[in-house]
């Protein structure tokens, strides 16, 4: 039996998410039919390094799988993706320790939430980018969200606290640029709460149109109340750029 590492991406657009749920498109779903259909074996079960919401996209995701196919890892990539729809990519195969789970081994991710503040909405970014009809202050958001630095208790940005047994995480890097008419929030973690990216970018943003001051981010924090933070930004800006394990 061999244990298998995939990095995949995919346009979380047109999927209910990434865990399989009966009567609903899944990346989970769509990739194990994939992988049954060049395999031959009927019970495939891929473990992701977690799971994204409905609308949100993925550039490094990273699944693992026990297989007795003796295909080549280089064979898997062509094969699998021959059997996938155009919006899910296998990018890489590799050998992994029988040991290696690609859930519990992740020691950090990073997501990237984009926006774009031109004076104009974009057609062709409504499934990947934020559109805000707001000339955001980056300088200020970028400012406002160094308190999130380090370990805290991130209840306030959490959606329907509590989902895990506890809420406290640590923010390796957090940073917020802009090119022109866009600007990316980088959040790299030991792990994330349910909608944390999204509630974090929402809260900036409110800072970036002036509704808040930037002190108030640390207030946010403090308070553990996730009323007092911004809304939960649209699932379409949001990436899993990357997982690390070493």
Not at 63 to 87: E, G, K, M, Q, W
Not at 188 to 193: K, N, Q, R, S, Y
Request: a positive charge; proline letters at 6%.
């Amino acid at each position: 039996m061999r244990n298998l590492r995939l990095t995949l991406s995919y346009d979380g657009t047109d999927f209910h998410g990434w865990q399989t749920q009966p009567g609903y498109r899944t990346v989970q779903e769509t990739l194990e039919r994939a992988i049954a259909a060049v395999t031959g074996e009927p019970r495939v079960r891929v473990n992701a390094s977690g799971r994204t919401d409905s609308g949100v996209h993925a550039i490094g995701q990273v699944v693992n799988f026990y297989t007795t196919t003796r295909h080549s890892p280089a064979v898997l990539v062509r094969a699998i993706n021959a059997h996938l729809p155009p919006d899910v990519v296998v990018r890489e195969v590799t050998e992994a320790p029988q040991a290696f789970d690609a859930n519990r081994d992740a020691k950090r991710k990073l997501y990237r939430y984009v926006i774009h503040d031109g004076p104009v909405p974009s057609p062709f970014l409504r499934r990947y980018a934020c559109q805000s009809r707001h000339r955001l202050d980056a300088a200020a958001m970028r400012r406002a969200a160094e308190p999130l630095r380090g370990r805290h208790d991130f209840r306030s940005f959490e959606t329907d606290w509590p989902n895990r047994l506890s809420s406290v995480r640590t923010i390796t890097h957090l940073a917020v640029n802009r090119l022109g008419d866009y600007i990316w929030i980088d959040v790299e973690a030991d792990g994330f709460l349910y909608n944390m990216v999204r509630a974090i970018a929402g809260t900036l943003m409110n800072v970036g149109r002036g509704y808040w001051p930037e002190s108030q981010v640390a207030a946010i924090l403090q308070a553990g109340d996730r009323a007092q933070a911004g809304p939960t930004a649209p699932a379409c800006g949001l990436f899993l750029v990357r997982v690390t394990y070493d």
